[in-house]
Every structure is written in structure tokens, then in C-alpha cells.
């Protein structure tokens, strides 16, 4: 099992340029999530989203756009970068079904550096 | 005012002492609690869960959740130096899958020889 994995692991834009963060789990979980990290700021929720077909806003979904593709898929979009977006990029799945906790288990990051 | 607060740290123990890590937060109908370890350039992984008010231990960890003082910690016993790291306290807040996880800021704990 590969758990959660998110593609590209690193990526430099230019401002305005767009692109798309990917996201694919292989535990079956309902839940996926997108979350930011710059220092000293811990984790930031941008979007959620509970099932295939449903997203809702985070704290800071402004600037990003996300897709359920299926239930293993959840991409981030970013239709016009900004240096305010330079961050890592972490993705994260969970299930609260039967005794599961909720516990997040997340992907490795994108470090993505917008110029 | 944040949802989730944590004091940023660093917060620095001796080795061998007991580290205490503090969260306050938001009451909205918050369910599950969660404390999280993350070291420089990882993700964050699990290290203690508790929903329900009083103590959970688990080897050196202890957890601790008052709701009615909003206010979840975690207790590290014996300090060591693998444990210097950030710890991430998370707030699950919903009943069903639909739900939405906040993190505090972190706390960077070093633990020095």
C-alpha cells in the first residue's frame, strides 16, 4: 500500500502561471483534504471534501480551486499563481466509519515556489 | 481569535523531565482531539487521539481534554532527544465524514542533552 501520494514533490511557477497539485489515496477513505504549511504556521485547511463529488471551504480556500475526481482523487488548482502561495502543499485522507478514529494520514507535501 | 491555539515555542526540557504541551479552543460542538508530531521536512504523524473528557496514556504519552475549559494537552514523560520536534494539536469538529480538521500553529519542543 502506498497510502496517500501527491505528485509533483516539487515545483517552481511564475506568477500567474497555473497548475495542479494531485492527490490519490488507496484506503478506501471517504474523506481527502488539502492543507498549507508556511513556518510558523502550522497546518491551514483550504478545502475538504467528505465524499466523491462534494468540496467545501477551508480556512484560506481563496486562490485555489479542487476537484473529487473519485474516491481515491482529490487535486488542488491553482489558476493564477501568486508569491503569497509559495508554500508546501500537504494532502490528506481519513475515515470515520466503524471504530476509525478520523486520524488524518497524509502524503509526503509539494513544495511549491511561485517566483 | 483562531480556532485552535497553541503556544509557539520553543519550549525547551531536559532530558529525562516531562514536557507539557498546551491547546486551547474554539467550543463549536468540537468531537475528537488530536496531537500530531512532525519533524523538520516530514509530514505529520499521529501521536495520541482523545474524545472524551480525562486522561489517555499511551507508553511515555499522556493526553488530557477538559471541554469545559476547552482545553486539550499532551504530557511527554522521560524526555528524549527524538522527541524534539513540533507538536501539532488538531480539532475535529462534525459527526459524519463531513468533517473539518483545524490545527493549531504548533509548538517546537527541544530537548537538550
Known amino acids: 500500500n502506498a497510502g496517500v501520494t501527491q505528485t509533483p514533490k516539487f515545483q517552481v511557477l511564475k506568477t500567474g502561471q497555473s497548475m495542479t497539485l494531485q492527490c490519490a489515496q488507496d484506503?478506501?477513505?471517504?474523506?481527502m483534504y488539502w492543507y498549507r504549511q508556511d513556518p510558523g504556521m502550522g497546518l491551514r485547511l483550504i478545502y475538504y471534501?467528505?465524499?466523491?463529488?462534494?468540496?467545501d471551504k477551508g480556512e484560506v480556500p481563496n486562490g485555489y480551486n479542487v476537484s473529487r475526481l473519485n474516491k481515491r482523487e482529490f487535486s488542488l488548482r491553482l489558476e493564477s499563481a501568486a508569491p503569497s502561495q509559495t508554500s508546501v502543499y500537504f494532502c490528506?485522507?481519513?475515515?470515520?466509519?466503524?471504530?476509525?478514529?478520523?486520524?488524518?494520514?497524509f502524503g509526503e507535501g509539494s513544495r511549491l515556489t511561485v517566483l | 481569535q483562531k480556532e485552535v491555539e497553541q503556544n509557539s515555542g520553543p519550549l525547551s526540557v531536559p532530558e529525562g523531565a516531562i514536557a507539557s504541551l498546551n491547546c486551547t479552543y474554539s467550543d463549536r460542538g468540537s468531537q475528537s482531539f488530536f496531537w500530531y508530531r512532525q519533524y523538520s521536512g516530514k509530514s505529520p504523524e499521529l501521536i495520541m487521539f482523545?474524545?472524551?473528557?480525562g486522561d489517555k496514556e499511551d507508553g511515555r504519552f499522556t493526553a488530557q481534554l477538559n471541554k469545559a475549559s476547552q482545553y486539550v494537552s499532551l504530557l511527554i514523560r522521560d524526555s528524549q532527544p527524538s522527541d524534539s520536534a513540533t507538536y501539532l494539536c488538531a480539532v475535529m469538529w462534525g459527526y459524519s465524514s463531513a468533517s473539518k480538521i483545524i490545527f493549531g500553529s504548533g509548538t517546537r519542543l527541544s530537548i537538550r542533552p
Open positions: 490528506a485522507s481519513s475515515d470515520r466509519t466503524g471504530s476509525n478514529t478520523g486520524e488524518l494520514f
Open positions: 482523545i474524545y472524551s473528557n
Open positions: 471534501s467528505a465524499s466523491e463529488g462534494t468540496t
Open positions: 484506503m478506501n477513505h471517504n474523506s
